[in-house]
């Protein structure tokens, strides 16, 4: 009976495509970096309010950073930098301003960060962090 009801839930819950994958490896990847490297504290991973999403939310000393975390390929052509478009930018600036307004007291001093994972098969070849990047 439970071996028929396992068969009948994972034939119903959606299956990842490699680029998910990818980027949950990435964001998995990214926290560990920004914990063990920079010594941050994460606070959040993959927040959500509505349609907007911060893949991770940390605190560096007393400073609050929103971290978009970009999964690329060793092969990409282009850096996951300049792959936010200004779409993903005003998306990322709104979600971040919606969990400004949801906490108290709130901080002084945030900032946003993008860490880039490049990938190669299931682990990181290289990550770079782009700190303070401008998107506010």
Sequence with gaps: MFNFLKKIFFSLSPRRTPQQKRGQLGERLAARYLAKEKQMKILEK???EGRHE???????????VFVEVRARSV?????????ISQKKRQHLRVGAYRYLNNIRPRPRHYRFDIVEVRIEGAKAAEIHHFSNADIF
């Design 46 to 48: 993959n927040w959500k």
């Design 54 to 64: 911060i893949d991770l939310i940390c605190l560096d000393g007393p400073q609050l």
């Design 75 to 83: 092969n990409a052509k282009v850096s996951g930098y300049y792959s």
